[in-house]
């Protein structure tokens, strides 16, 4: 349920009384976060969750840069923060996302990068009752050797590596034919601090989605052994019009 003032969806089958006497009903809405570290596969599995099942796939990431592009205030904030190479305070990314996810009343979604605090996960919980949490547990070593092959259109966010997805054409996103570049932050040095961070902030936020019950582990070094797993979770559990926001359907 999307609980702001104006928005009210609720995030089960419901029925409402349209024009006409038709009655509505609501398709099932479902509601998902990814969690994992750098370089577990978020952003992999996440492309494949939202073609699989037709989920809007939502990034934290992706919500900053727009923000930024578009010089809005929180944008304009954000900004100062990431030329540091900081996260990004919890008040200003709360201000950015949740009033986007609040017009989602009708989409299904899958977020990646939010929440990355407790705090952001209590305001998350405040906005919407999730029904899912995947987190991703994946090893140190194998986090290492993905992102030291990793390669990014920045523009689009689009992710390669060089020995799992390779670009067609080296060096040149798929798409766009633009040059690919790689993160400082994905050296080895930088890595050991990121994961030690990681796991700081999310333990809190693992422990907070176990006691609701909806959190999800999947551990492996290798994402096409883990994604037949989430997949068929995922079918268990998305209705197969996750997408259809109402359907006109005959009601004693
Ligand atoms: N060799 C190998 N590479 C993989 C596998 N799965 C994903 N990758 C690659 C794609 C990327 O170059 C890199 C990291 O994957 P993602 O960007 O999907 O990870 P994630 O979104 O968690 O990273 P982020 O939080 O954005 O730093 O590893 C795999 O099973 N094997
Ligand atoms: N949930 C969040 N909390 C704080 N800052 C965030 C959050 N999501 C994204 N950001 C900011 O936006 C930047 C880009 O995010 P993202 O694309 O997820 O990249 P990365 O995985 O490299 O951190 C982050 O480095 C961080 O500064």
Redesign the pocket.
């Known amino acids: 349920m999307l609980r702001n003032g104006t928005a009210s969806v609720r995030n089960d089958t419901d029925t409402v009384r349209g024009v006409a006497g038709y009655k509505w009903r609501m398709a099932k809405l479902f509601r998902a976060v990814i969690m994992g570290p ?1 370089g577990s596969g978020k952003g992999t599995i996440s492309e494949r969750i939202a073609q699989r099942f037709a989920l809007t796939r939502l ?7 727009e923000n930024i592009a578009a010089n809005t205030d929180a944008g304009v904030l ?1 900004k100062t ?2 030329e540091r ?6 008040h ?2 709360t201000r950015l ?1 949740l009033p986007r996810l609040e017009e989602m009343t009708r989409h299904s979604w899958l977020m ?6 407790l705090a ?1 996960a209590k305001a998350l919980n405040s906005t919407c009752d999730l029904d899912l949490v995947i987190s991703l547990n994946i090893p140190y070593e194998t986090l290492k050797e993905r992102l030291s092959d990793r390669w990014i259109h920045p523009a689009s ?1 689009r992710v390669y590596n060089m020995g799992f997805n390779p670009p067609h054409v080296q060096g040149r996103d798929d798409i766009s034919g633009e040059p690919l570049i790689q ?1 400082d ?1 994905d050296k080895p040095e930088a890595l050991v601090a990121r994961l030690r961070h990681y796991k700081d902030m999310a333990k809190p936020i693992i422990d907070l989605y176990k006691s609701k019950g909806i959190l999800h582990t999947f551990s492996g070094t290798e994402t096409d052994r883990i994604w037949p797993y989430i997949n068929s979770l995922l079918s268990t559990k998305i209705p197969s019009t996750s997408q259809t926001d109402t359907q006109r359907i005959p009601m004693p």
């Open positions: 750098p990034s934290s990431g992706d919500f900053v840069r954000a923060y990431i190479g900081l996260l990004v305070p919890d200003v990314m996302l990646d990068g939010f929440p990355r605090t952001q966010g993160h932050d």
